[in-house]
């Protein structure tokens, strides 16, 4: 039987966690992750939180990223979670002395442990959907 309880707080989760990716907060992350996560995607794959942080690094091209979690959907067998989350990732970056941003949209296949109050990633597959590269203003126009 799956049970739906609970599902605003793995909402909250993938919440934290896209938090945590634009403001690279390292510690935050390791909280949100079983240390023998899984996270894969396009050209990645890893199997703990501490190889994981090392993939990050890619985001140091950017000047910013802004991750904006969308619909988060499924539900509870025992203690796992298993559900997609939608997120729209925007990634500024320099280019020929402007600014374009660079947004992916993305689906993750998530599964969530819970042990005791505490829920974590167990695995995070993210499946690119879409893609697009824009001229961007950093901050508001003048």
Request: a negative charge; aromatic letters at 10%; glycine letters at 10%.
């Amino acid at each position: 039987m799956i049970q739906i309880a609970h599902h605003g707080d793995t909402l909250a989760l993938a919440q934290a966690y896209a938090r945590a990716v634009d403001e690279r907060d390292l510690e935050l992350l390791a909280k949100l992750m079983r240390p023998d996560v899984r996270m894969a995607g396009p050209g990645f794959e890893t199997t703990s939180r501490i190889a994981f942080f090392e993939t990050l690094k890619i985001l140091d091209r950017y000047r910013a990223t802004y991750h904006l979690v969308g619909n988060h959907t499924g539900g509870w067998v025992g203690d796992e979670f298993q559900g997609d989350t939608y997120c729209v990732a925007s990634h500024l970056y320099a280019h020929d002395g402007g600014v374009r941003k660079f947004d992916m949209g993305i689906r993750y296949a998530d599964r969530i442990v819970r042990e005791g109050t505490q829920l974590q990633f167990r695995e995070r597959v993210l499946t690119v959907v879409w893609t697009q590269d824009l001229a961007a203003t950093a901050g508001m126009p003048s």
